[in-house]
């Protein structure tokens, strides 16, 4: 069993940077790849960026290449999503979540979900 708890999240302006945070708890995710997602409003959510755990490898959606770092933290348990550069369409409630599938970007596959945080871009 493992829980997420998304934060970092907040209102800011077109260009300017968040860095959200995932932090889990309960038993060991060292075998697992984490990944963000988001979800605007009347939108699907879909995919944003993953790590994975065994190797620390990192995958990223072409809406956020080139803009957004993940990384972790092993001795916090806790992943980051540093976002650069924020546009308006970045807006969403971001989720982390934890999969046993090797590098899977389909929300389906994703074992274990947090809460969401909230991140609005103004123009």
């Known amino acids: 069993q493992v829980q997420l708890v998304e934060s970092g999240g907040g209102l800011v302006q077109a260009g300017g940077s968040l860095r959200l945070s995932c932090a889990a708890s309960g038993r060991t995710f060292s075998r697992y790849t984490m990944g963000w997602f988001r979800q605007a409003p009347g939108k699907e959510r879909e995919f944003v960026a993953l790590?994975?755990?065994?190797?620390?490898?990192?995958y990223y959606a072409d809406s956020v290449k080139g803009r957004c770092t993940i990384s972790r933290d092993n001795a916090k348990n806790t992943v980051y999503l540093q976002m650069n550069s924020l546009k308006p369409e970045d807006t969403a409630v971001y989720y982390c979540g934890a999969t046993y599938y090797y590098g899977t970007t389909n929300q389906d596959q994703y074992d274990y979900w947090g809460q969401g945080t909230q991140v609005t871009v103004s123009s």
């Open positions: 790590i994975r755990w065994s190797d620390g490898s990192t």
